[in-house]
């Protein structure tokens, strides 16, 4: 199957779920920066899943509250407003991908690696230089979704993507997405950057997903692609076991970043990890 037939059905309507008039309420309302907690709770109400899980999660050991917490607005105030809205941005999306045909894919593993990306973007974006920063909701997003393309592939052509799976479990050393090429034609990013054409994914989320894997890229936005590319590598590093902090120096000048400073949150995150975890699962569970 080539690269342009592939294009043809992750946007064709037919063959990967639209997203609904609840889902596009849902999605601008965790976009709007000037909506409040109780009109976002009331929102996010009216998708019982989705109002189940942003409750589970803030009732779990891990955010203190052991079963205290019974209604949405209380919920936000014990996760966070940008924390809230990212989640429920990314349940619903996930949700109309089914990933369950395909043996080797790891969702525990993908939405751990989301998670702790999206929390690593958050914190270290106020570090970066003022006149490059990106706004701090916007990286936590760009981190949940960055790698939405692999969930699309998964959906699509789960057989094939079993076989690119196991080929990078038995040759690492090539990226899964050449593995991925090798079997489709194309890879993640690029699948990530149809899927959110279609769904009319800001354009600064799409460059993300198209680039973030490239230190090189300096097009459009720039900053939020260079951060969310450093932010995956090293939440990969984490999920690997890797203790000792690793620097990409070139990329680290370029966003004016502090080293230490940089190394100081990358540590933070062991401290947290319990709770990514914890919202990871929530994913999961989806």
């Known amino acids: 199957m080539t690269a342009d037939l592939i ?3 992750i946007q064709q309507q037919k063959e990967l779920p639209t997203l609904t008039p609840d889902i596009h309420r849902i999605l601008t309302a965790c976009q709007d920066n000037d909506i409040n907690q109780t009109e976002l709770a009331d929102i996010l109400g009216e ?3 989705i109002a189940a899980r942003i409750l589970g999660l803030a009732n779990s050991a891990f955010f203190g509250q052991r079963g205290g ?8 105030s014990v996760l966070g407003f940008v924390t809230v809205r990212s989640i429920s ?11 369950r045909n395909c043996p080797t894919f790891r969702p525990d593993h993908y939405w751990l690696s989301a998670a702790l990306s999206a929390t690593l973007a958050q914190r270290i974006a ?3 230089a003022a006149d490059l920063r990106p706004p701090s909701d916007t990286a936590y997003l760009a981190g949940l979704l960055h790698n939405i393309g692999l969930l699309a592939l998964v959906h699509l052509h789960p057989v094939e993507m079993d076989q690119a799976f196991t080929a990078y479990a038995n040759n690492p050393l090539r990226t899964l997405g ?4 090798d079997v489709l034609g194309t890879d993640h990013y690029q699948a990530g950057v149809w899927l959110g054409s279609k769904w009319h994914f800001p354009n600064a989320l799409l460059l993300v997903m198209e680039h973030h894997y490239d230190p090189s890229y300096r097009g459009d936005h720039w900053p939020a692609v260079l951060l969310q590319g450093l932010c995956a590598h090293w939440a990969n590093c984490i999920i690997g076991g890797q ?4 620097a990409g120096p070139e990329a680290i000048g370029a966003l004016g970043l502090s080293e230490p400073a940089i190394e100081k949150a990358w540590q933070g995150m062991f401290d947290h990890l319990d709770r990514i975890r914890a919202i990871s699962g929530a994913f999961v569970a989806h």
């Open 7 to 9: 294009r043809q059905k």
């Open 126 to 128: 106020p570090l970066v």
């Open 243 to 246: 203790t000792c902090f690793e």
């Open 69 to 76: 917490v019974h209604a949405l607005p209380h919920a936000i």
């Open 47 to 49: 998708s019982p899943t």
């Open 178 to 181: 050449e593995h991925i090429h």
């Open 89 to 99: 941005a990314g349940l619903v999306l996930a949700g109309t991908l089914d990933t």
